[in-house]
């Protein structure tokens, strides 16, 4: 099995790697996010992509949401054969945070060394006004956004978008996103996957 996520202390370390965050339930995970997460990897010059899955996000429904424990291990086994490179981790159950500015902030306090990079598609960033804090998250860490059948025009004419429209960069600034410090975003070109955990869970499938 793949590295487990005991490989990322909860302490923190010294490493010095450019880190992509996805976070996200993972309910289950599917093709959309190793996608996301390897085209993340290639364009940005990323190190590593660190896959939050989440103990239980604010914005979504209890109803339907499978366990931490096997959304973790579904999670684990999909990214299994891609090493050290991507990691399903549980870290923000064991550092005791469930928002996204607190996840961020504690971060960076426990990795100095790293630089970390928010990743997401476009349909977090067109209801992430809804987020506790996100203008502080938009200071905290630059952020990449792959697109989203359905979600583009509303995530990049929405309020957060008109909010940070002057901290965009073209997509050819990608490789240097890592090391640019908050205040500052891309939307990556890439193809578009519909799939959702919602349509997924419905069908009665199991992890695309």
Same mark, same amino acid.
């Given at each position: 099995?793949?590295?487990?996520?005991? &490989?990322?202390?909860?302490?923190?370390?010294? #490493?010095?790697?450019?880190?992509?965050?996805?976070?996200?339930? @993972?309910?289950?995970?599917?093709?959309?996010?190793?996608?996301?997460?390897?085209?993340?990897?290639?364009?940005?010059?990323?190190?590593?992509?660190?896959?939050?899955?989440?103990?239980?996000?604010?914005? !979504?429904?209890?109803?339907? +949401?499978?366990?931490?424990?096997?959304?973790?291990?579904?999670?684990?086994? #999909?990214?299994?054969? @891609?090493?050290?490179?991507?990691?399903? &981790?549980?870290?923000?159950?064991? +550092?005791? &945070?469930?928002?996204?500015?607190? &996840?961020?902030?504690?971060?960076?306090?426990? @990795?100095?060394?790293?630089?970390?990079?928010?990743?997401?598609?476009?349909?977090?960033?067109?209801? +992430?006004? #809804?987020?506790?804090?996100? !203008?502080?998250? +938009? !200071?905290?860490?630059?952020?990449?956004?792959?697109?989203?059948?359905?979600?583009?025009?509303?995530?990049?004419?929405?309020?957060?978008?008109?909010?940070?429209?002057?901290?965009? #960069?073209?997509?050819?600034?990608?490789?240097?996103?890592?090391?640019?410090?908050?205040?500052?975003?891309? @939307?990556?070109?890439?193809?578009?996957?519909?799939?959702?955990?919602?349509?997924?869970?419905?069908?009665?499938?199991?992890?695309?």
């Amino acid at each position: 099995m793949g590295a487990s996520s005991s &490989t990322i202390p909860v302490h923190g370390d010294r #490493r010095r790697a450019c880190i992509g965050l996805l976070g996200g339930s @993972f309910n289950p995970i599917h093709e959309g996010h190793i996608q996301l997460a390897c085209r993340a990897l290639r364009q940005l010059g990323l190190d590593q992509v660190w896959l939050l899955v989440s103990p239980g996000n604010p914005l !979504k429904p209890v109803a339907g +949401m499978a366990p931490a424990s096997q959304r973790l291990e579904q999670a684990r086994r #999909r990214v299994a054969p @891609f090493g050290r490179r991507i990691i399903a &981790t549980d870290i923000e159950s064991r +550092m005791g &945070t469930r928002y996204t500015v607190d &996840t961020i902030t504690q971060l960076r306090q426990r @990795f100095p060394r790293a630089h970390f990079v928010w990743l997401m598609g476009a349909d977090g960033l067109a209801q +992430m006004a #809804r987020w506790r804090r996100w !203008k502080r998250i +938009m !200071k905290l860490v630059p952020i990449a956004i792959l697109p989203r059948p359905g979600y583009n025009p509303a995530a990049l004419h929405g309020r957060v978008a008109r909010y940070m429209a002057s901290w965009r #960069r073209p997509a050819r600034e990608a490789p240097v996103l890592a090391r640019q410090g908050g205040c500052v975003w891309v @939307f990556l070109p890439a193809p578009q996957n519909a799939i959702s955990a919602t349509e997924i869970r419905a069908s009665g499938r199991g992890p695309a």
